[in-house]
């Protein structure tokens, strides 16, 4: 009796290691081509500016993931780790560090609002605030969920590797932090809609006002779609799926943040008459 529920556990640890190990692999190597397709995009739209805000936010957003992600694979594949070591990994990986990086994705989009908006202050300051909301209250709530928890290395090494945890059935904290990451938004999407037609109406014939709305609404659907989906499954999976889909969001909101700054600097480069928006 007890080989069997030993053996059923086996395979549930093992089904868990193995399908975070390939979102994980999958998520690397969507960022490693993403890089290498843009590189050159990179290189001659971002390399030779001078550094602002925009361009440590786009590096920031560009890179984060690449420090992140790999530890989520060292996380399910280490044998022999410390309860202390696994929590650490956990944090950095799956829980403070991802949302940090999607947080970081948002603040480009922020900037991106406040050039829309005219770099008017009073919105400058709005966002600001919103931006403290967001990071704080999202990075408490997913910090709180993993020191809620206890670690351990697998009873099954080295036929099952990796670290595994022992988490909250509940999942409040969680929901409520890609809660905060869809309002976050919505919020933008409204502001950049009101301020986007404001321009649009004026300079509809821009060919850098179409690039603030398509690229605007692939960010804004994207991101939606995932924070709901992440929502869901964390309200509905066991807990130990529950960041299944936590590292294709954090890739998402690094790629398309990106990739926004890189269309709207070769937009602006073909249209040179938009005065009072700066990207």
Known sequence: MDQRIDTSEMESQYLSMFFSVVSALISITF?????????????????????????????????????????????????????????????????????????????????RIYALAGR?????????????????????????????????????APTVPGCFSDLPVNATLVVSAFAILLYSNLLTMCISVYY??????ALRHRFLIRIFYRDGTFYFTGSAALSITNAVLALMLPPRYRFLFTLPQVVMHSTLSTRMILHLREGAKRDETLPTIHV
């Open 120 to 156: 008017r202050k009073t919105v400058f300051w709005f966002l600001f605030a919103n931006s403290v909301i967001v990071f704080v209250g999202g990075i408490s709530l997913v910090a709180l969920h993993a020191v809620s928890g206890s670690w351990h290395p697998s009873q099954f």
């Open 196 to 201: 986007g037609l404001r321009v649009f109406w």
């Open 31 to 111: 960022l490693l081509a993403e890089y290498f397709q843009t590189l050159e995009m990179e290189v001659a739209l971002i390399w030779p500016t001078a550094w602002g805000r925009t361009k440590v936010l786009y590096f920031v957003a560009r890179f984060l993931p690449f420090l992140t992600t790999p530890v989520t694979v060292y996380y399910n594949l280490v044998t022999n780790p410390t309860p202390s070591s696994c929590q650490f990994m956990f944090s950095i990986g799956y829980a403070v560090g991802a949302f940090i990086c999607a947080a970081v994705a948002e603040l480009v989009v922020y900037a």
